[in-house]
């Protein structure tokens, strides 16, 4: 008996029966979504890589977090310079007037700096260094002529 088979499922010279074609739309189908996955999972993974590369140049890029960071420590520390040269500046300001407006801070700057006395006065000048030798001289004294 042969079988009952339309002859559209049968091939032609083998006269053997192929695979419904419904299992071949399953097959296309199976491939169609591998495939869509696989394209799925590579753009994923693209984005990925590009976030990560993304973020590597945002912290450790040429402007960034760390480069921002490093700049606000430098710009602090400017700050406290800058604080402490105005009030370096406002203490020889003070200093200033005081030499232009009062005597006798031109005859204790004199006095200090220059090693100027008055008559009959004598300076020793001791080392800065204490394990120095100390000298018995007494130092060659200008006289300012105050009395």
């Known amino acids: 008996m042969t079988s009952r088979t339309p002859v559209s499922a049968r091939t032609a010279r083998s006269g053997r029966e192929t695979k ?3 299992d071949e739309n399953s097959l296309g189908q199976r491939a169609a979504q591998w495939l869509a996955a696989s394209r799925q999972r590579i753009g994923l993974t693209l984005v990925a890589c590009a976030l990560l590369l993304l973020a590597y140049f945002v912290l450790f890029g040429r402007d960034g977090v760390a480069t921002y960071m490093q700049k606000r420590r430098e710009a602090q520390q400017l700050q406290q310079q800058l604080q402490t040269l105005q009030q370096e500046n406002q203490q020889m300001t003070l200093h200033n007037q005081r030499l232009l407006n009062d ?3 031109i005859e204790d700057a004199a006095r200090r ?3 100027y006395t ?3 006065e004598v300076i020793y000048t001791l ?3 204490p394990d120095a030798q ?3 001289k007494p130092s060659q004294s200008k006289s300012l002529g105050l009395h």
């Open 20 to 22: 419904p074609l419904a």
């Open 134 to 136: 100390p000298e018995a």
């Open 118 to 120: 008055r008559p009959g």
């Open 103 to 105: 005597p006798s801070a």
């Open 127 to 129: 080392p800065e260094d």
């Open 113 to 115: 700096q220059l090693h």
